[in-house]
């Protein structure tokens, strides 16, 4: 699968994808730092079956989608977002690059019946949008970060990326959206983080307050 894999990554990576660039002021209490620290819930997947990876959208829509991880990065509409990556805890990376697929591409085709949704990981990972998220241009579904395909710790294979929430809010190791017809919470939600994460309102958390932080973190250098 290795050389069949690297022709189809040089080819995903050399199409031609509409460019979006999202651009707003730095929101409150951000600092701008040159690289990301990594946050892990669960360890990363290993050994993942790429012939045999799907991403899902299901739950409450007219028509449930399966697509091959391979006709996501070679048939999907694919757009180049350039954006910058808020974290809850404080930090910002300016200008990141993502290619992928356009979350309202794949809703457009599932028609969903409910207003939120469930981004859900193999790694187990869950967290919650609404659906008017998913459907903003500069949502997208990503396989490729600055020119590579997308690294392990940014997600791989796919990750979902919401320039318009924090960080948390951009799922890793995506595999499936759940349309949902209420806003049920999902891992940090249910710890006290906000449902919505907007990070110009700085809804960090609910009015409860965040429970302690239960993940590793890791800094790529």
């Not at 794949?106 to 967290?127: E, F, H, N």
């Not at 600055?146 to 595999?175: D, M, T």
């Amino acid at each position: 699968m290795t050389n069949e894999f690297d022709e189809i990554v040089r080819t995903a990576l050399s199409r031609s994808c509409d460019k979006i660039i999202f651009r707003r002021e730095l929101p409150p209490n951000q600092k701008v730092i040159p690289r990301f620290i990594i946050y892990d819930v669960y360890d990363p997947p290993e050994n993942i079956d790429l012939p045999n990876y799907k991403l899902r959208v299901t739950g409450l829509v007219e028509n449930k989608i399966e697509m091959q991880y391979v006709d996501l990065l070679m048939k999907a509409p694919c757009v180049d977002l350039i954006a910058d990556f808020h974290c809850v805890t404080g930090w910002s990376v300016l200008n990141v690059t993502w290619r992928g697929v356009p979350t309202n591409y794949l809703m457009s085709m599932a028609k969903p019946k409910g207003d939120y949704v469930m981004a859900v990981g193999i790694d187990g990972y869950t967290t919650n949008l609404p659906l008017s998220a998913l459907l903003e241009e500069t949502t997208i579904v990503a396989y490729a970060m600055n020119g590579r395909i997308l690294p392990r710790e940014h997600g791989f294979p796919l990750r979902l990326v919401v320039p318009s929430r924090y960080g948390w809010k951009s799922a890793k190791y995506l595999s499936e959206l759940v349309v949902m017809s209420s806003n049920e919470p999902g891992y940090w939600e249910l710890l006290g983080y906000h449902n919505n994460g907007d990070p110009w309102l700085e809804e960090r958390f609910s009015e409860g307050g965040p429970a302690s932080m239960r993940r590793r973190v890791r800094v790529v250098r």
